[in-house]
T-cell receptor, first 115, second 111 residues
Framework: NAGVTQTPKFQVLKTGQSMTLQCAQD?????MSWYRQDPGMGLRLIHY???????DQGEVPNGYNVSRSTTEDFPLRLLSAAPSQTSVYFC??????????????FGPGTRLTVL | GEDVEQSLFLSVREGDSSVINCTYT??????LYWYKQEPGAGLQLLTY?????DMKQDQRLTVLLNKKDKHLSLRIADTQTGDSAIYFC???????????FGTGTKLQVIP
């Protein structure tokens, strides 16, 4: 299993540009989520999905969109990038059936800089 | 809502024990986790404990849970330089409930 994969690993954008961060998992997990990590603030949940076709907002959803057309993929879209969105973004997936305490598995992260 | 708190920084000498503490507020949490994040990498699960347990030991790692005080700790015995990382505690009720993470504790191991 590849686990959770994310692309790209690094990205630099100009203010106002849009882009999509890709995330895929091959563990057949229903639950997927996107977090951003900023110094001293831990991980903050942006959006999550409990299955294909179902998404919901986390604690910091503004400026981001998601979709879940398949179990495997959960892309995060930045609609109009702003410097405040400079961060490290992590995608995660987990089972919901009690397997290994429903442990979350994380991708390697995307380091985004918005100029 | 839930909140998970950790101290931001801990410094220990190589060979000593490290104790990283965490407090949480959601008493209905079923699972409590410890994750490790090395520089430039994602989070990796170190260990987890069910809320009906008081202690779990896994080689150099000991997790203690005081459910009454909502206090979770991670003890690393014989701390090595390779243990230098950020450690996150997290809580969840499992199933379709979200996972709430602490702010992370940066562990610095001095040779």
């Amino acid at each position: 299993n590849a686990g959770v994969t994310q692309t790209p690993k690094f990205q630099v954008l100009k203010t106002g540009q849009s882009m999509t961060l890709q995330c895929a998992q091959d563990m057949n997990h229903e639950y997927m989520s996107w977090y951003r990590q900023d110094p001293g603030m831990g991980l903050r949940l942006i959006h999550y999905s409990v299955g294909a076709g179902i998404t919901d907002q986390g604690e910091v959803p503004n400026g981001y969109n998601v979709s879940r057309s398949t179990t495997e993929d959960f892309p995060l879209r930045l609609l109009s990038a702003a410097p405040s969105q400079t961060s490290v973004y992590f995608c995660a997936s987990r089972s919901t059936q009690g397997a290994k305490a429903d442990t979350q598995y994380f991708g390697p992260g995307t380091r985004l800089t918005v100029l | 809502g839930e909140d998970v708190e950790q101290s931001l920084f801990l410094s220990v000498r190589e060979g000593d024990s490290s104790v990283i503490n965490c407090t949480y507020t959601d008493s209905s949490s079923t699972y409590l986790y410890w994750y490790k994040q090395e520089p430039g990498a994602g989070l990796q699960l170190l260990t987890y404990i069910f809320s009906n347990m008081d202690m779990k030991q896994d080689q150099r790692l000991t997790v203690l849970l005081n459910k009454k005080d909502k206090h979770l700790s991670l003890r690393i015995a014989d701390t090595q330089t390779g243990d230098s990382a950020i450690y996150f505690c997290a809580e969840s009720m499992g199933g379709y409930q979200k996972v709430t993470f602490g702010t992370g504790t940066k562990l610095q191991v001095i040779p």
